[in-house]
């Protein structure tokens, strides 16, 4: 093996299955020692043991992007017995090869006579994109081997940006993409869609919440390297406006005799986590969640940097019972007290006016 000369494989007890304690060990120790060629050996041995047809190219192309499944069969190869999980995503894997196709090679044959195409230069930005495409398949892998190791072990997305040498404005590309993998997950494990929750239906609330949090902890390990690199240059001076002229154009209702309710001032909640609103009128309570650490915001009288997920409005039927709840519970109530409402969720309600009240805000 081309990385694993310096030591032997690992034992593997083959009289039952392997717990997920060693599993993750052996796993681990094929992706540390072993490399592309390595897996595409180990795959094609096993391909010919399950008398499934292929050819060198097919399997070079197929573990390219996915050299785990090479570490399996080889685990299996050498009588390993793997866990339930990982043996049906080998299974997928396996089905998944059959109609597989090898991204056919260009030969001078088949190039057009009459035509010299120009001998094309990679730019720097072509380069970046490959940087950006090979770290981002390289950070999906995590996911694979978290979810193989049935979520006992986690790789420092950081350690692998690093090894990449992904710079700023690359890590923004990646911070976006795994964050709709990540909201993904999220409505995964809230939704109430049949057909959504089928789709996932091969993992339990928790994991989808695990998965959720890897991806969260990707983005910050991004927002590091985004860091990084704007204290390593001279940013542009900007002048940091102050929460007063952020909400110049809020616009809200100051208090409601009725609910004895008094409002919070706009300006706190700038910067905040989370904060609830009540629309008189409509009778709705809307919960505002930020989507980061750098809390909400306001762009005019809309509410900005807000969770597409995690915000909500509601109709309330008892707006008293419920606006008290909300006012003396303790921050817990952003987790639970939307899913203890009966009523439906209505589009979120993300711009005040002047029948609305700020009822609380999280700092």
């Not at 120790?29 to 041995?45: E, I, T, V």
């Not at 940087?131 to 390289?138: A, E, F, L, N, P």
């Not at 919440?209 to 590091?224: E, H, P, R, S, W």
Request: net charge positive.
């Amino acid at each position: 093996m081309a990385k694993s000369m310096v030591r032997t494989e690992p034992s593997i007890p083959v009289s039952r299955e392997l717990t997920t304690g060693e599993f993750a060990v052996i796993l681990s120790w094929y992706g540390a020692h072993c490399d592309a060629a390595d897996a595409a050996k180990f795959f094609s041995a096993h391909l010919k043991d399950q008398q499934i047809e292929y050819t060198d190219a097919s399997v070079q192309s197929f573990v390219t992007y996915a050299p785990t499944v090479g570490f399996l069969c080889r685990i299996v190869q050498r009588g390993g017995k793997i866990p339930a999980s990982s043996s049906r995503w080998l299974d997928s894997k396996l089905s998944e090869f059959r109609t597989f196709q090898a991204p056919k090679k260009i030969t001078e044959n088949d190039r057009p006579k009459a035509q010299t195409p120009a001998k094309q230069t990679m730019t720097i930005q072509d380069r970046m994109k490959q940087q950006v495409s090979k770290c981002i398949g390289d950070l999906e892998g995590h996911i694979d081997t978290l979810i193989l190791s049935e979520f006992k072990t986690t790789v420092s997305p950081l350690t692998t940006m690093r090894t990449h040498e992904i710079k700023g404005p690359q890590a923004t590309q990646i911070i976006n993409w795994f964050k709709r993998w990540r909201d993904e997950y999220r409505l995964a494990a809230s939704s109430s869609d049949a057909d959504f929750r089928e789709a996932y239906s091969n993992f339990t609330k928790p994991q989808l919440n695990k998965l959720a949090a890897y991806c969260d902890q990707i983005m910050t390990d991004g927002l590091v390297l985004v860091k990084e690199s704007m204290a390593s240059r001279s940013p542009r001076q900007r002048k940091k406006r102050l929460p007063e002229q952020i909400v110049k154009s809020v616009q809200y209702q100051q208090s409601d005799e009725e609910l004895k309710l008094t409002s919070v001032e706009p300006t706190q909640m700038v910067g905040a986590m989370a904060a609830w609103t009540y629309h008189c009128p409509t009778r709705t309570l809307t919960l505002h969640v930020a989507d980061d650490a750098s809390g909400l915001t306001f762009k005019g009288t809309t509410v900005m940097n807000a969770s597409a997920t995690q915000s909500v409005s509601k109709k309330l039927r008892k707006p008293a019972d419920t606006l008290k709840e909300v006012l003396s519970g303790s921050k817990t109530i952003i987790k639970k007290l939307m899913g203890e409402l009966t009523t439906k969720p209505t589009a979120y309600k993300n711009r005040m006016n002047k029948d609305t009240i700020i009822v609380r805000v999280h700092k």
